[in-house]
């Protein structure tokens, strides 16, 4: 197969357009935000989990204390009959000595749960700075996570123009290729995944490998409008004064 060396030529920089379309796809299915939002999720539903636990532990204490109250209000209103009874003096000396008795057991009841009131509510208190901390804590994760979102989305239109720009510039380097050229470099392109690459200091510029002495020899007698293949991955190889032939 033959072609204009000036047209050979321009496949380099088809080679290098669709290397940069390469690139931008294996940078859009790579975004670091996309891992650094996987792991800032990873964080947040550990932190949330942290936070449901910390807030049952509340609710926990919120029903222990509501009971204790209860039973506070309970012993008041027992004590404060009983005292009525006392003060009334309608009741016979057995019946006093009772209520004086009971009045007294009333009395340590009611301190005891007071002081274990208070006890809860001390415990409950610590762990309600627990969930505080726990609930401020998947918040900054989330306000990270939308932060880097925001960044991510930026990426993703700087990608979406630089695709636009480099298909814009393969279509105008397809448009002045040879047909059969173009279809070679594509048969290529599909069976190696580069079409062409500049032949320098004996190495292929598709496959970066160093080419044998004799087909250097073979290639340095070829026309120059002979298209010429790597012996080694079979791209085009182009030669310019750069080859060294």
Avoid: W
Avoid at 1 to 21: C, F, G, K, S, T
Avoid at 94 to 123: I, N, P, V
Avoid at 190 to 219: I, Q, T, Y
């Amino acid at each position: 197969m033959n072609a204009d060396p000036a047209a050979q030529r321009q496949l380099l920089d088809l080679a290098d357009v669709d290397a940069e379309i390469a690139r931008l796809a294996h940078r859009l299915r790579h975004l670091p935000e996309d891992v650094e939002i996987a792991e800032l999720e990873k964080a947040a539903a550990a932190e949330h989990d942290e936070s449901v636990k910390v807030s049952i532990v509340v609710e926990d204490f919120d029903r222990d204390i509501k009971k204790l109250e209860h039973e506070v209000d309970q012993t008041r209103l027992r004590e404060e009959k009983d005292r009525a009874l006392l003060q009334a003096g309608t009741v016979g000396a057995k019946q006093l000595r009772e209520l004086e008795h009971e009045l007294g057991s009333l009395e340590r009841r009611q301190t005891a749960l007071e002081d274990d009131l208070l006890e809860l509510m001390e415990k409950r208190e610590a762990v309600q700075l627990d969930q505080q901390r726990a609930e401020a804590a998947v918040n900054a994760t989330r306000e990270k996570i939308e932060t880097v979102q925001r960044r991510r989305e930026e990426s993703l239109k700087d990608v979406e123009v630089a695709r636009r720009r480099t298909a814009g510039q393969r279509e105008d380097l397809v448009g002045q290729l040879p047909g059969d050229l173009y279809s070679e470099y594509e048969r290529r392109r599909s069976a190696s995944g580069v079409g062409a690459g500049l032949l320098r200091a004996r190495r292929c510029g598709a496959c970066r490998l160093e080419l044998d002495r004799g087909f250097l020899d073979r290639v340095g007698k070829a026309a120059p409008e002979s298209v010429i293949h790597c012996d080694e991955c079979g791209a085009i190889l182009v030669r310019t004064n750069e080859s060294g032939l």
